[in-house]
């Protein structure tokens, strides 16, 4: 089979060596329109794992579907098409049912998969039935998986092991998933301790709680808001847990806003290349011709850690990263409107041309702000 990209042919896993169950994290939640009130639909994804080396990747002009997505050494850990899909896998429990059966998909080959094959999230739900049925999935340390599939109009939950799933499906408000599984069905397939337990317990109620926050503040959620609680660090004072949403091994953020009416050209993934706390947000449109190298080189990255292991987590985020995000928001929002008047218009190319333009514009700023 010709290779299409280097994520069709490369094997990652993670080792580790640390107990997995002190290291993993991650905390996603899905937010649809009424909530946005822009006319998008939300996936984000807090990424907890040992990895630093955090790189952007495209789609390259032979795939099938347009797509852009985030993840380590070769390893595509979230992403969006052009279809208007976003695909996003979080750790799922300890299970009595697992497989780290080297021939059977990884959860990162099962993410680029339905990058370049499927439009819609029930189309990536038939497809992780059809994996499941065929016993292609392994996910490995004893765990199972948490996968999210958005598109422009719904959205999946779909928990699963090598043998089991459970499916809900969601259209409106918002949902959060930390470590934890919720579907009916799974309780019985868990092996997790309490302490994992309340762990995802606790990091879901924060997202749960400040996103509530910004719908009492101002009758919605907006991308600034998810940016300030993917930095959340402290735990109420009575929790007995020392992780938030965010902690030192959190290495990665991405927020894909769907555009309902052109996803192909609107859509965006908002990426931290690296610890949330210690870089800035950045946009990237589905329809993306070209990065800077830093992005997919690791400097990107590497600079962020840099920057955690000399300031550590609590450091406070300079105001100037903050006011270039509001800014750059600013900025990078207005291109959006102006490029949906030329798509009203037919002008595609055009509008293409101005989401690209304005995103490198941001990103050369970035660059320098961080001195990357």
């Known amino acids: 089979m010709k290779k299409l990209f280097l994520f069709s042919t490369v094997l990652t896993t993670l080792l580790f060596a640390v107990n997995p169950l002190n290291v993993l994290g991650c ?26 080396k955090i790189a952007v990747y495209l789609s390259n002009a032979e795939s099938a579907r347009k797509w852009v997505g985030m993840g380590n050494n070769n390893a595509l850990c979230m992403g969006m098409n052009a279809s208007g899909l976003a695909v996003i896998m979080n750790s799922g429990e300890v299970s009595f049912d697992y497989s780290d059966e080297k021939t059977k998909m990884s959860t990162s080959q099962i993410v680029l998969k339905m990058l370049k094959s499927c439009d819609t999230a029930a189309q990536a739900v038939d497809m992780m039935k059809d994996i499941v049925k065929n016993s292609k999935y392994r996910h490995g340390e004893k765990k199972g998986s948490t996968f999210f599939f ?55 109620f924060i997202a749960i709680s400040e996103l509530n926050k910004a719908i009492d503040k101002h009758n919605k959620i907006t991308l600034l808001d998810i940016f300030d609680l993917s930095r959340h660090y402290l735990m109420p004072e009575t929790s007995s847990q020392k992780r938030s949403v965010c902690f030192r091994a959190t290495n990665s953020t991405s927020s894909l806003e769907i555009d309902k009416q052109y996803p192909d050209v609107l859509s965006t993934a908002y990426f931290t290349i690296g610890h949330p706390r210690h870089t800035v947000y950045v946009p990237i449109p589905v329809c993306v011709e070209k990065i800077l190298p830093s992005m997919g080189n690791l400097k990107w990255s590497a600079a962020a850690f840099k920057r955690l292991d000399n300031l550590k987590l609590e450091a406070p985020i300079p105001a100037e990263w903050t006011k270039f995000e509001k800014d750059s928001m600013a900025v990078y929002k207005k291109a959006q409107s102006d490029a949906r008047k030329l798509l009203d218009a037919g002008k595609r190319a055009e509008a293409v041309k101005l989401m690209n333009s304005t995103a490198e514009k941001i990103w050369i700023n970035a660059e320098k702000l961080l001195n990357i």
């Not at 909530?35 to 990895?51: E, F, P, Q, W, Y």
């Not at 089991?164 to 397939?189: C, E, H, L």
């Open 150 to 204: 958005c598109d422009r109009n719904e959205g999946y939950v779909f928990e699963m092991t090598p043998k089991y799933y459970s499916v809900q499906k969601y259209n409106d408000g918002f949902t959060v998933r930390a470590n934890i599984w919720q579907n009916p069905g799974m309780y019985q397939i868990s092996r997790s301790n309490i302490k994992w337990h309340l762990n995802s317990s606790a990091r879901a």
């Open 27 to 52: 905390t996603s939640w899905m937010i649809f329109s009424d909530m946005t009130k822009n006319g998008t639909n939300i996936l984000h994804k807090n990424r907890d794992a040992v990895s630093r």
